[in-house]
């Protein structure tokens, strides 16, 4: 198939990041590009590791090339992770990058972004809020992803059954889930869970919460705290003390569990800690904690390390898993691509790729490109058990 030309050209990149099996664009994602007239350059090898081989993009209308030629060549370059340095250097003035760029905690890269001269898109700063950018919403897509993921990963390691079982040698009753955070990936960790045959409990802040966690087969825990629920649904952040008392009312029913999901973050902040190593310690041997939180700001589960499994003196398992997406990369990034193509074609206006100060998504995830705004404290509040509040203006206060 014939290269389709167009006014405008997006790069699709190899993911240099160690670990990083996904790719920003899918062959069946580029052919939404290409049907509105944009060009697509790919670097050989960008979907190896997500299943999706050169010939595929080839089929799809692109031109797959070296990564020279797909950086000097593009308008917009296309990734899930930050870029590296090497590659900030090369870039253009005006040249747009769309990815998942982390610039709540990364400063050098925003500064370095700014000094090329380049329009840096962070799909991880959309706010869940813009109802009219749902399709863009790559942390929603890939949460779903990672809740999916993570009851499967703790099966794995689990020592026992998660259904129900009977045999002739005797029933095996089902395993104790517990998911703490009932927000994207908690709702997903809850129905494949319950899917599996586990008997699930869950928990959030948020008493509004308990609806969709019960119907999805979960019994929702009633610890007897002060409510979390902050504006528009959203969680407010717990003081200290409540914190504290939150964690004490958890013991007892994590020490009641099989399995624990926790799934509370905050962008550009170290996550709550929801279970203390004293909980932990009060497991039964052979049991397994996932934290999704985990990070290298810490994590939801003390003692828990971003990309490691630790087996406690106890004989439980805890998993620091931030990169669960990346390990069901195929279908990853075919949601991943929707998201960064809708984004891409939100930009285009009158046949190029412009920037629209006064637009509410364009004010939400332009991290260099519109006039800088001094940012004050960050509000508090998660992503997942409790989603960040705020809209654009927001959104453009916390801006880097």
Known sequence: MSVLRGAITAGVLKESTAGENRVAM??????????????????????????????????????????????????????????????????????????????????????????????????????????????????????????????????????????????????????????????????????TAHRLGARVSAYDVRPAARPEAESLGAVFLDLGTPSGEGEGGYARELSAEEQQAQRASLRDHISEHDI????????????????????????????????????????????????????????????????????VPRAASAAYARNVSDLLLHFVRDGRLRVDPDDAIDAAVVVTGLPPVAPPAPAGGTRDAAPTTGGPAANRETRP
């Open 260 to 327: 624990v999901i926790t799934t509370a973050q905050v962008p550009g902040r170290r996550p709550p800690l929801l279970v203390s190593a004293d909980s932990v310690a009060a497991m039964r041997p052979g049991s397994v904690v996932v934290d999704l939180g985990a990070s290298a700001l810490g994590g939801n589960v003390e003692g828990s390390e971003p990309g490691r499994s630790v087996v406690t003196d106890n004989g439980v398992t805890v998993i620091g898993a931030p990169d669960l997406p990346s390990r």
């Open 26 to 191: 899918t062959p069946e994602g580029l052919r939404r590009l290409t049907s509105r007239g944009i060009g697509v350059l790919v670097e050989s090898g960008a979907g190896e590791r997500a299943w999706y081989p050169d010939a595929a993009y080839k089929e799809a209308g692109a031109r797959v090339s070296s990564r020279d030629e797909v950086v000097g060549g593009s308008d917009a370059l296309l990734a899930v992770g930050p870029p590296p340095d090497d590659l900030v250097g090369r870039l253009r003035e005006g040249q747009f990058v769309l990815a998942l760029l982390q610039a709540r905690t990364s400063p050098r890269l925003v500064g370095r972004l700014r000094e090329a001269g380049a329009v840096a898109i962070g799909l991880d700063l959309l706010p869940r809020t813009l109802s009219s950018a749902q399709s863009m919403d790559a942390l929603t897509s890939q949460a779903n992803v990672a809740g999916y993921k993570s009851v499967l990963v703790a099966a794995d390691v689990f020592s026992g059954y998660l259904p129900m079982l009977m045999t002739a040698a005797g029933t095996v009753p089902p395993a104790k889930v517990l998911v703490l955070g009932t927000g994207v990936a908690g709702l997903q960790a809850i129905g």
